[in-house]
């Protein structure tokens, strides 16, 4: 009876297609790599309890009130000192606003900058949480194919030109859902062809510090030499996602912008919780707990990587991802992954299939399988049950 | 430099007033009724406390991991049950979302069911949050004159007659900015009115719970008699704000599509705070605690009314509060607020002028005072200020 009712924006906005998945894989006996869960061991939960009772003790009433927009400012200033540190960023706290985990971040640039109809560049495949938060606002895609070594300068070239996009959505590292990160060559090349571009380029990057080798850090494309960048970071992969902050790294006069988006959206972010992080990485050696959750997620995709090799058959390729939570499988020409995802149900085994991470889904023979939510073990059981099910369709 | 990229819907988007005044209003020397702050007697730390050392103890991980869009089940029950007891709403968890704050919620019901140029009906004064959030979305808004009883009938039809608005925005009891309260008989002529148009009612009610007087309860606008109904209710007033949870309850079919809307703004509410609002909850007297709020708000209410009757020119109007945090004071035709304002911050007391709660501010001679952050001599003090103020102009 509400469909009169109903805004455009929300009738093309698609539903989550992984949430409904998650619905069907609440069995117990279902080996799910649907997921995009961290694994719990990345929630340092005994010491955000000791947090959790200072700031209690500590700041009183504080950490229940009302709070500023743009976030606690100690919080800020942590993550502009690590930004300098890790990435060399010319950056003050002014620069940073605390949003409600990164989807919010997302959805408040495309509040920010999308009208209906405005040429949005990503990666083809993207993650799903953008093409979500954009389409409520009208954005028009163009997709540039993702390749080993990152985007594909040809098209990319050809994009550009074609559609003159007003803004790119990348994420170079561990990208969602492939699990590919770009090269520092292809970087280079990437910020060569936009570096002109009256663009803005937003960076995605959850993934970055769980990189499993501890070899050259790879800048940010056109890393302090843009003022139309904007970078986004969140606590979810290294701290809690449940507290739900992320954040923003961009031009003084763009994190204004976001702020008066924000005020209209949900006043603050949850205080609490900010001064609860803040607290856990001011008292905390966060370096040594992310080398942790590396340590371990670099044993799953290692068994999920090792155990593909040993049971997919060999058309099937997948992606060997150095860092994040996702590899990305392609079976062969003309295979439908709706059909081997109800073949994988039978076989007690779920994925994600690749749809919800295309603009115009079709033919589509791909899947994501995340490997941080299980041990070794039982990943290289359910790829066992997965290959069963590729070959018996 | 970011001027050309911005999004229409931003553009027109005011950026808080409010939020701007309490930057003036730091100063420690000012006594400031500008705010909307609860008293802090209003948090209850130190069960609070008891609660997040229970939560971490008894839910582990669940408490940091990603959750579910609608939100904790156990929080929503609570909902449901003192809902059907004090409201005998006829409803269950699934007509229920939790939500960032109630901002968020306001937020989420504009995507989803406003389009550019639909008419939306707001009281005369409205709350400027809600004026903020459904801006972005291009409401345009129809305005229905608030009196001492509730929304002036003649108007009313006259506005639904003309306009036809497609929702209507009301806050029924102790309103935000004119504290002002619907009497029953006015909600049942309000509900006549209406029960026939094709049109969504929202019912905002953050301060219903904090009704100074134990007279009869009363009730919600067509409660139980229309599908159309959405209503929303928040724990920040009365547990905590800075946990930013609040919630709303409407058909189910409402639900999933603010379900959706969320899943792109933020994928779901700090899950910490819902384990530790639910498990404060269901531990402790929630009705005893109210109590205590009420018996302060009254006090300062009943400080600040017998001041302004002390010290207040007599052309000068104020409604009396009979609950929440406000009264709403009218200077005599032609005064100008704003020079008021200046004059006031020179005397070191401040407050907010009435031209964000208007659809068209113009000789705005009209603002908001907020009690329930002063002590009661603080509170004479502060009005004796503005007195001296509005005889100086």
Same mark, same amino acid.
Request: glycine fraction near 6%; charged fraction near 25%; charge should be neutral.
């Given at each position: 009876?509400?469909?009169?009712?109903?805004?455009?924006?929300?009738?093309?906005?698609?539903?989550?297609?992984?949430?409904?998945?998650?619905?069907?894989?609440?069995?117990?006996?279902?080996?799910?790599?649907?997921?995009?869960?961290?694994?719990?061991?990345?929630?340092?939960?005994?010491?955000?309890?000791?947090?959790?009772?200072?700031?209690?003790?500590?700041?009183?009433?504080?950490?229940?009130?009302?709070?500023?927009?743009?976030?606690?400012?100690?919080?800020?200033?942590?993550?502009?000192?690590?930004?300098?540190?890790?990435?060399?960023?010319?950056?003050?706290?002014?620069?940073?606003?605390?949003?409600?985990?990164?989807?919010? +971040?997302?959805?408040?640039?495309?509040?920010?900058?999308?009208?209906?109809?405005?040429?949005?560049?990503?990666?083809?495949?993207?993650?799903?949480?953008?093409?979500?938060?954009?389409?409520?606002?009208? +954005?028009?895609? /163009?997709?540039?194919?993702?390749?080993? !070594?990152?985007?594909?300068?040809?098209?990319?070239?050809?994009?550009?030109?074609?559609?003159?996009?007003? /803004?790119?959505?990348?994420?170079?590292?561990?990208?969602?859902?492939?699990?590919?990160?770009?090269?520092?060559?292809?970087?280079?090349?990437?910020?060569?062809?936009?570096?002109?571009?009256?663009?803005?380029?937003?960076?995605?990057?959850?993934?970055?510090?769980?990189?499993?080798?501890?070899?050259?850090?790879?800048?940010?494309?056109?890393?302090?030499?843009?003022?139309?960048?904007?970078?986004?970071?969140?606590?979810?992969?290294?701290?809690?996602?449940?507290?739900?902050?992320?954040?923003?790294?961009? !031009?003084?006069?763009?994190?204004?912008?976001?702020?008066? +988006?924000?005020?209209?959206?949900?006043?603050?972010?949850?205080?609490?919780?900010?001064?609860?992080?803040?607290?856990?990485?001011?008292?905390?050696?966060?370096?040594?707990?992310?080398?942790?959750?590396?340590?371990?997620?670099?044993?799953?995709?290692?068994?999920?990587?090792?155990?593909?090799?040993?049971?997919?058959?060999?058309?099937?390729?997948?992606?060997?991802?150095?860092?994040?939570?996702?590899?990305?499988?392609?079976?062969?020409?003309?295979?439908? /992954?709706?059909?081997?995802? !109800?073949?994988?149900?039978?076989?007690? /085994? +779920?994925?994600?299939?690749?749809?919800?991470?295309?603009?115009?889904?079709?033919?589509?023979?791909?899947?994501?399988?995340?490997?941080?939510?299980?041990?070794?073990?039982?990943?290289?059981?359910?790829?066992?049950?997965?290959?069963?099910?590729?070959?018996?369709?």
């Amino acid at each position: 009876m509400f469909e009169k009712f109903c805004s455009e924006r929300i009738k093309k906005t698609p539903s989550s297609f992984i949430r409904e998945i998650l619905k069907v894989t609440q069995n117990h006996d279902i080996i799910s790599f649907a997921g995009g869960l961290p694994n719990p061991i990345s929630f340092p939960q005994e010491e955000l309890k000791v947090s959790m009772n200072r700031i209690a003790d500590t700041f009183g009433a504080k950490i229940y009130q009302y709070s500023t927009t743009e976030g606690l400012e100690s919080l800020r200033q942590f993550i502009a000192d690590r930004y300098k540190k890790n990435h060399n960023m010319d950056i003050s706290i002014d620069n940073i606003i605390i949003t409600t985990g990164s989807q919010q +971040a997302l959805d408040l640039i495309g509040k920010v900058f999308v009208n209906e109809g405005d040429k949005v560049m990503v990666e083809n495949p993207s993650y799903l949480g953008l093409l979500q938060a954009f389409c409520v606002y009208g +954005a028009d895609f /163009v997709q540039t194919k993702l390749d080993d !070594d990152g985007l594909n300068i040809e098209e990319l070239k050809k994009t550009l030109k074609e559609h003159k996009p007003k /803004v790119a959505y990348l994420i170079p590292n561990f990208q969602n859902p492939t699990g590919l990160t770009y090269t520092k060559e292809n970087r280079a090349k990437v910020f060569e062809c936009i570096k002109d571009e009256d663009m803005i380029l937003i960076q995605d990057d959850p993934y970055g510090e769980l990189k499993f080798e501890d070899d050259e850090k790879l800048p940010y494309i056109g890393v302090n030499q843009s003022k139309k960048n904007i970078y986004l970071g969140s606590f979810s992969k290294i701290v809690t996602p449940g507290m739900r902050l992320g954040y923003v790294i961009a !031009d003084k006069e763009v994190i204004r912008l976001l702020e008066t +988006a924000k005020q209209a959206a949900d006043l603050h972010s949850n205080i609490f919780g900010q001064y609860l992080i803040a607290d856990y990485l001011l008292n905390n050696d966060l370096d040594a707990h992310i080398e942790k959750i590396k340590k371990l997620y670099k044993e799953q995709a290692a068994a999920m990587v090792s155990a593909m090799k040993e049971f997919f058959p060999p058309e099937v390729k997948f992606t060997q991802p150095k860092g994040g939570m996702f590899t990305w499988v392609t079976l062969r020409e003309g295979m439908d /992954v709706i059909k081997l995802f !109800d073949k994988a149900i039978e076989k007690k /085994v +779920a994925f994600v299939p690749g749809h919800p991470f295309y603009v115009n889904p079709k033919n589509v023979n791909t899947l994501r399988l995340n490997y941080t939510n299980a041990d070794s073990e039982t990943i290289k059981e359910g790829i066992k049950r997965l290959s069963e099910a590729i070959k018996e369709i």
